[in-house]
Every structure is written in C-alpha cells, then in structure tokens.
C-alpha cells in the first residue's frame, strides 16, 4: 500500500480545472451545506464504507483533515486502488488560498455557533432566575458551565449532539 499524499489547495485547484480527480467532502450533510467545494460529493465519513465513489482519482476532504485521514486510511484497507489523497488544511486552507465554496441555500448556523447561542442563553438565563426568581437557579449556570469544560476537555459536546438532532439541522442534498 502507498501512502496517500495531501494536496496543497492550489495542487487541488489546477487538478479540478484538469478535471483529474474527484473531491469527496467526507464532512456531515449540515457542515456540507454551510460550505463545500463546488462539485464536490458528499459521503460522510460514516458512510464512507457503504458508498459506492466514483472511479478514478478522489481527494478527500473534512474541516482539519483528520476526518479525511481516517477515510483514506478506510479506502486503502477496502482496496482502492485509484489515486488518493486528502486536502491539506482541510476545507479552511482552501478558503484561505482564496478559491470559492458555495453554500447552500437556507444552510443552518454552524453547529458550533448554535452551541454557542444555546450555552451562553441558558447562562443568561439561570442568572436572570437567580437574581430575580430564587436563588437555587445558579445551578443552571454552573451546570452549563461544568458542560463546557467537560466538551472542551473530552471533545464531546453533549449540547451539540442534541443540537445536531433538531429539526432545523435536518438537510436534504
């Protein structure tokens, strides 16, 4: 087995203008439609091992390229045998190097974004409850700020993954 190189996005650019290879944005329905390389085809990384991609080259893609490593590394034990690589700096050094992403239409807030609403009004909130209902209401706010620090330790936001299960984070491509 090879190992499969990262490209630089201006590598990815001229190799798209050339038409030799596709770009599989290993990312989730909602992160794909806040922002995507135009012609790129969503599978996520879930569900990278039950989809069938198309032939030839692919590089894949994710927000940091950790996502994308963990599918190259998936498709070399299924055994891919066309080119692969990722994008180096995932989809941020593509934007950074100045080529366009389209989003689509009625795209929901980022989830981080929406994390942020949810914690910082229910901070709000338990201090305005505190202040003016009881004082027991404190609680909520150590306990959304107990949740923070656990999701920034672990790296797992339970306020996201309920947050990814609303109705308005359902996106159809």
Known sequence: MTNPRS????ELANQLAARQVSVIDVRE???YA????????NVPLTRLRQSELPPGALVLLCQSGKRSQRGLQLLQKQGR????????GGLPAWQQAGYPIRKLK?????LMR?????????ILLGLILSHLVAPGWIALT?????????AG??????MARLLALMPWNKVSL
């Open 29 to 31: 329905p909602m992160e």
């Open 81 to 88: 045998s066309a080119a692969l690589a990722d994008l180096a």
């Open 142 to 150: 150590w306990f959304v700020g107990a949740g923070l620090t656990f």
């Open 7 to 10: 490209l630089t996005a201006q």
């Open 114 to 122: 929406q994390v942020q609403i949810a914690a910082s009004s229910l």
């Open 153 to 158: 330790i672990t790296g797992f936001c339970g």
């Open 106 to 110: 009625n795209a929901p807030l980022p």
């Open 34 to 41: 806040s922002g995507h390389i135009a012609g790129s085809l």
